[in-house]
């Protein structure tokens, strides 16, 4: 059974880099056909997707956030990070980890988020 935990800073101060790690255990990041995705959730408000990186280790991100965006991993300790760039008080939230599978239909690949982490608050404050 996979499972996934965030790890990182819960301050981190205007201007700077948010940087998360989320560990998996019970499974290779590098499986076919998986993604391994950031969401996270400012209060009072819905999930955000922010990005994924694939089993090959291809990224994708969301475009509302690519520009401050890098996900990145470590196959040798099955972990993938996250560094979002400039944050500001908006870029507090809770920060999720989590897999995502793939099914087919008439030839279309679709994601859909499949487990998750327990996810971490950031506060970005000075």
Known sequence: Q?????SGPGLVKPSQTLSLTCTVSGGSITTSYYYWSWIRQPPGKGLEW??????????YYSPSLKSRTSI????????F??????????????????????FWVLGRSYRYLEVWGQGTQVTVSS
Do not use: F
């Open 81 to 102: 990070s996250l560094q979002l760039s400039s944050v500001t008080p908006e870029d507090t939230a809770v920060y999720y980890c989590a897999r995502e599978g793939v």
């Open 50 to 59: 922010m990005g994924a990186i694939a089993y090959e280790g291809s990224n």
């Open 2 to 6: 996979v499972q996934l935990q965030e």
């Open 72 to 79: 990145s991993r470590d196959t040798s300790k099955n972990q």
